[in-house]
Nanobody
Framework: QVQLEVSGGGSVQYGGSLRPSCAAS????????MAWFRQAPGKERVGVAT???????YYPASVKGRFTASLDNAKNTLYLQMNSLKPEDSGMYYC?????????????????????????WGKGTLVSISS
């Protein structure tokens, strides 16, 4: 299973920016589907971006226009550029890669928590946005 090393969280004020990264290593499958998730205290983990092998990206309405996921193929690293950050964006951010049998990358945003174990996950990086 691919290993994912996540970094780049931090604390910024309202309207600020952060760019966490996710470096992938080890065995991988092609095509792939990678994603960013976040989880606020007391809330469910939700997907905020997915990227497929063709470079397509998908975002929920809550972050569309503010977050941009991108992949640096040379570095095998996924990024999440987060702009215009709001307090409700605060939480732990996780990088994930879907298992090879996941059929639709966009739908990976909605993966059920009971299925988390099927997929590869990095450790969370904390994002804190102050008002």
């Amino acid at each position: 299973q691919v290993q994912l090393e996540v970094s780049g969280g931090g604390s910024v004020q309202y309207g600020g920016s952060l760019r966490p990264s996710c470096a992938a290593s080890g065995p991988r499958y092609t095509p792939y589907c990678m994603a960013w998730f976040r989880q606020a205290p007391g809330k469910e983990r939700v997907g905020v971006a997915t990227v497929d092998s063709d470079g397509n990206t998908y975002y929920p309405a809550s972050v569309k226009g503010r977050f941009t996921a991108s992949l640096d193929n040379a570095k095998n690293t996924l990024y999440l550029q987060m702009n215009s950050l709001k307090p409700e964006d605060s939480g732990m951010y996780y990088c994930a890669e879907a298992s090879a049998d996941w059929p639709n990358c966009r739908n990976f945003l909605l993966v059920d928590k009971r299925d988390y174990g099927r997929h590869a996950w990095g450790k969370g990086t904390l994002v804190s946005i102050s008002s």
